[in-house]
């Protein structure tokens, strides 16, 4: 088990090493031989194989192969369930991580699913006015612009809203960000004054900070 360990830290040192050179061919090479000994090691269902295929999906996203890294994430995700359970806190970055990728990809209603999955255990550990359940509804917005339901997406845009404006006030970027969600489905959906109202309090709040467009 001693040489196994030291072969598994040899290979990810080397699978790091051709990362940072951007050889990722061989840096999901050298993963994968990581991966393989971690089941031997630790077996499938532990948090540090987990980690390892996590990190493989990650790779792929780097090579901007998100579909690639979406089958990693989930197998993550499965054997995260299988240690903490399907409803348990500690797997809520998972889901959100395979929401946000879905959403990437254009699969809206698996987005939607997986951050009503992320909202329901987000309530139900942290309370309904938490940044985390904003975020999942943010998300769930989101997901229900994609597929075309502006209002839907504002019902969840405004529920969000509400909780940003409880915690940081009415002049912060997260709200910010909000006002210009709304501002540009009002203006879909044919709404003028209200999209200008949105609009405007998002550019009062903003001002010069560049930090806005990442939120």
Same mark, same amino acid.
């Given at each position: 088990e001693e040489n196994k360990s030291k072969k +598994?830290?040899?290979?990810?040192?080397?699978?790091?090493?051709?990362?940072?050179?951007?050889?990722?061919?061989?840096?999901?090479?050298?993963?994968?031989?990581?991966?393989?000994?971690?089941?031997?090691?630790?077996?499938l269902n532990d948090i540090r194989t987990a980690a390892f295929i996590s990190k493989l999906g990650f790779l792929?996203?780097?090579?901007? /192969?998100?579909?690639?890294?979406?089958?990693?994430?989930e197998e993550t995700l499965k054997i995260k369930e299988t240690i903490s359970g399907v409803n348990h806190i500690d797997i809520v970055s998972n889901i959100q991580a395979l929401a946000e990728l879905n959403f990437r990809i254009g699969?809206?209603? +698996?987005?939607?699913?997986?951050?009503?999955?992320?909202?329901?255990?987000?309530?139900?550990? /942290?309370?309904?006015?938490?940044?985390?359940?904003?975020?999942? /509804?943010?998300?769930?917005?989101?997901a229900y612009e994609g597929l075309g339901d502006l209002n839907m997406a504002g019902i969840y845009y405004k529920k969000s809203l509400k909780i940003y404006q409880k915690i940081y006030g009415d002049d912060h970027l997260k709200t910010a960000k909000l006002y210009q969600?709304?501002?540009?489905?009002?203006?879909? /959906?044919?709404?003028?004054?209200?999209?200008?109202?949105?609009?405007?309090k998002s550019y009062r709040i903003v001002g010069g900070n560049k930090g806005y467009e990442s939120l």
């Open positions: +598994l830290f040899k290979l990810l040192d080397k699978s790091e090493e051709a990362e940072a050179l951007g050889n990722y061919k061989n840096a999901v090479l050298y993963l994968n031989r990581v991966i393989t000994i971690a089941k031997d090691i630790f077996g792929f996203l780097d090579q901007d /192969l998100p579909e690639k890294a979406l089958e990693y994430f699969n809206y209603n +698996l987005s939607r699913d997986y951050f009503y999955r992320a909202l329901r255990i987000n309530k139900k550990v /942290l309370g309904k006015n938490h940044t985390e359940v904003a975020y999942s /509804l943010k998300g769930l917005g989101s969600l709304l501002g540009g489905i009002s203006l879909d /959906l044919n709404m003028i004054d209200d999209a200008t109202l949105y609009i405007d």
